[in-house]
């Protein structure tokens, strides 16, 4: 009665192969499941007869079963018997609530009692307010045992109650940080973040049960030699960008030594995370990211038997697994991406904002035992946010050499207009966006075309600022829209020099894919791009300024010599990074965050290039 199904069935097969015989009976320590599970013999006529069907096996367990909801529900029902009635005037502090969460993890798994006396009575009474008010159940909570007790009532029922209210509250309370986070430094993201763990209330209770559960079943169906299992929760994986790209090279080739699946509300995922509303990403438009419930990442992760958690992005589903993670007691691994704090203060000009980025992103990297970067400027940033070096961590990413080559030009790709000789198509891809410096890239291109009228610019991607380049630009560029595959890498190498002007990137991706296409490359000297060029070699780096590119550009423009050159040397220097090698550094990784966790000692240093 209280096993749940899960854990009660190798019972039931042994019973069914073996011979024997089940009892059942409710173990109702909170006095709410009286009666609702029992053993079932043939009549008899008194107890002694009774207790001979049992010795004889002629017995069925019957009624319910456990669950993790019945679980979550007894809890709170012994809470109200052992703590009595409460003023229930305070809220719940949300640190007070996480520990507690981990408490009960830690102490239930260890099979021991109560750790610490950091959490008093008083806590655990605002927290089942907090409960009842989330959910809608206008009781005091001294009458929550009889409302449980009560004919009809069904675990099942209330919890599909909080969780319904769960995600129609997450939904409302994520629009509303949205809706702050727009208005800049007016912004109240102190009274936003609340609002979203007032929307978690509902469903907190259920998630150490559910993830008990799953730990629980995990331990019934793991095998030795199996491999290492790892969750990497990713939010806007369907976006275009090289958080996507990357993502798509490690379910495609895999991870030596690690069963990797990929877990977010997006459909090109392994776990489909259901999403309780799509939100509009502010300053950004076009870019939607989903928000799945706080059940819909504790059951993913619970069920997935997972080892290792690693974190992408602080958005929704990243936010919610490090929660889960830290309740699980799983390792945590972060990879850092994205420089969303500039891409605010760049997107605002709002330095507060910017600052409440920062602090958001290095609390939320904070929760990790490791991140992998992929640049060393982008390591300065997580120093800065206040993340030790130690737990810093290098992931250069690849490019694949077959797919993006100088074999596949086709001089036909971009045929030169009659009456105008000498055209040098110059090509950027990515998104069209301001933290990726399109407007510095068009007016550097557009004072470059004074004295080279042959330029041509062709775009290959999309995004916000199209229209504006459009407007600028008119006939002297060539928007191709979004590009993959085969015809991506015939647009590469069908160019003839690659302009990057963003200074926000941790690495940049694109210029990988130029370089192994045999195109020499213009970019500015900030980020992740001071790594993968050597200057005057394999590229140009310069400052970022429009008429120092603009000349780096016109020069070249006329000198198909050097043109050829950088080519030869953006080959070369591209040779060895392969996403074989990045797949090694990631797994890596994945090895230190789980020696880490386990107490033993493994080498900090970057894996050898």
């Known amino acids: 009665g209280s ?34 599970t029992w053993t079932e ?65 830690a102490e239930g798994d260890a099979r021991i009692g109560s750790v610490g006396r950091d959490l008093g009575p008083e806590d655990a009474r605002a927290l089942l307010r907090a409960w009842l008010d989330a959910v809608e159940l206008d009781l005091p909570e001294g009458d929550l045992i009889a409302y449980m007790q009560a004919d009809g009532f069904s675990h099942s029922d209330l919890f599909r109650r909080a969780r319904c209210c769960h995600e129609r509250k997450l939904a409302e309370a994520v629009e509303r940080v949205l809706a702050e986070a727009g208005r800049g430094g007016e912004a109240d993201l102190l009274g936003a973040g609340l609002g979203l763990f007032e929307a978690c209330a509902a469903a907190v209770p259920y998630a150490p049960a559910a993830a008990f559960l799953g730990r629980e079943t995990a331990k019934l169906t793991s095998r030795e030699q199996e491999p290492v299992r790892v969750a990497l929760v990713a939010d806007a994986v369907g976006g275009m960008h090289g958080v996507t790209h990357t993502i798509e090279e490690i379910r495609e080739r895999g991870v030596g030594g690690f069963e990797v699946e990929v877990i977010g509300t997006d459909r090109n995922v392994d776990r489909r995370l259901s999403a309780v509303a799509e939100v509009q990403i502010p300053f950004y438009e076009g870019l939607k990211i989903g928000v799945p419930s706080l059940p819909a990442v ?178 002297t560029a060539t928007f191709l829209g979004w590009q993959r595959g085969i015809e991506l890498a015939t647009t590469y190498a069908s160019a003839d020099v690659f302009l990057f002007c963003s200074e926000t990137d941790t690495f940049g991706q694109v210029i990988l894919e130029a370089q192994a296409s045999g195109l020499p490359v213009i970019a500015v000297n900030a980020g992740g791009p001071t790594e993968l060029i050597e200057h005057g070699r394999s590229g140009h780096l310069v400052p970022p300024d429009p008429d120092r590119i603009a000349e780096t550009l016109a020069r070249l423009a006329e000198d198909p010599a050097e043109r050829q050159a950088l080519s030869a040397g953006a080959l070369g220097a591209v040779a060895n990074r392969t996403w074989e090698r990045s797949l090694a550094q990631l797994a890596h990784g994945y090895n230190i965050t789980l020696a880490e966790a386990a107490g033993a000692s493994a080498p900090r240093a970057h894996l050898a290039a």
């Not at 899960?6 to 009666?35: F, K, M, Q, R, W």
């Not at 207790?51 to 979550?72: D, F, I, N, P, V």
């Not at 018997?81 to 009960?104: C, F, I, K, Q, T």
């Open 298 to 475: 504790v059951e993913a992760i619970a069920e997935g038997r997972y080892d290792l958690v690693h974190l992408c992005s602080p958005g929704p589903a990243g936010i919610l697994a490090a929660l889960v993670a830290r309740a699980m007691g799983l390792p945590i691994l972060g990879s850092y991406h994205t420089e969303l704090a500039a891409y605010a203060a760049l997107r605002t000009g709002d330095r507060r904002l910017a600052a409440g980025m920062a602090a958001v992103l290095g609390a939320f990297y904070g929760q990790c035992g490791h991140v992998l970067t992929p640049s060393a400027s982008a390591d300065a940033t997580l120093e800065a946010f206040g993340l030790p070096s130690e737990r810093i961590g290098r992931w250069d990413r690849g490019v694949d050499t077959a797919r993006f080559n100088p074999g596949r030009r086709d001089p036909g790709r971009f045929p030169t207009p009659a009456g105008t000789p000498g055209r040098v198509n110059v090509l950027y891809a990515g998104r069209l966006t301001k933290e990726k410096g399109v407007e510095l890239l068009s007016e550097a291109f557009l004072e470059a075309r004074r004295s080279q009228p042959g330029l041509h610019l062709l775009l290959a991607g999309g995004g916000p600022e199209e229209g504006a380049l459009r407007e600028r630009l008119g006939e």
């Open 41 to 105: 013999t043939p009549p008899a006529a008194d107890w002694r007869e009774f207790l001979g069907h049992m010795r004889e096996g002629s017995t069925e367990a019957r009624g319910a079963q456990g669950s993790a909801a019945k679980w979550a529900h007894s809890a709170m029902a012994l809470g109200v018997r052992a703590l009595g009635r409460g003023n229930g005037s305070a809220a719940p502090d949300p640190a007070v609530v996480m520990r507690m969460v981990e408490r009960v993890m």
């Open 3 to 36: 096993r749940a199904r899960e854990l009660n069935l190798p019972a039931a097969i042994y019973v069914d192969t073996h011979g024997g015989a089940g009892t059942g009976g409710s173990d109702d320590h909170a006095g709410i499941d009286i009666g609702r």
